[in-house]
């Protein structure tokens, strides 16, 4: 059926209509009420005619690129949703090749945005300072990542090849 960023497009397109018809036909402060003084030409008041025009015209033109702006905004939502479903396969496609210590930590990567602090490594279940040590040594042999000092400690992240393929 329809999918919840589908309901929250929609919804945002009533709630703009609604705004513009309201704004059009029930506020007369914005100045399109047109004028209540006669004028002198036989042939009826151009400023008159003028405001007709903007009170008929200026609502459908806002209309148009109010849906225009909302299927450019749907179509790109679907280019961005592909990519996301990419990185996530990629993502899997990694983990794939790692024991279950270096997908704990790979993970612990990932939902840190690609960068922790080394001591952060020891504190996932399982893992000891020696066992983290080598499973750190193991991907950065790998080129998964890399370590760089910050003062005493150690910080990891991605490579600059797996970053870009996930983030």
Request: aromatic share 6%.
């Amino acid at each position: 059926m329809f999918q919840k960023r589908d309901k929250t497009v929609i919804l945002g397109i009533i709630i703009i209509v609604a705004f513009l018809v309201l704004s059009f036909n029930v506020f007369p402060f914005l100045g399109l009420t047109g004028h209540t003084e006669e004028c002198s030409l036989t042939q009826g008041c151009p400023h008159e005619q003028e405001l007709d025009f903007l009170q008929t015209a200026l609502p459908l033109m806002l209309s148009l690129a109010l849906l225009v702006g909302a299927g450019t905004y749907y179509l790109m939502s679907e280019k961005l949703d592909s990519k996301q479903n990419s990185l996530k396969k990629n993502t899997e496609m990694i983990l794939a090749f790692l024991n279950e210590d270096e997908k704990k930590l790979v993970n612990l990567l990932i939902e840190n945005d690609g960068k922790i602090i080394q001591a952060e490594v020891t504190r996932l279940p399982g893992m000891t300072k020696v066992k983290s040590h080598r499973v750190v040594q193991k991907l950065i042999d790998r080129g998964v990542i890399e370590k760089d000092r910050l003062g005493k400690t150690n910080t990891l992240k991605f490579t600059k090849e797996i970053r870009e393929g996930l983030f």
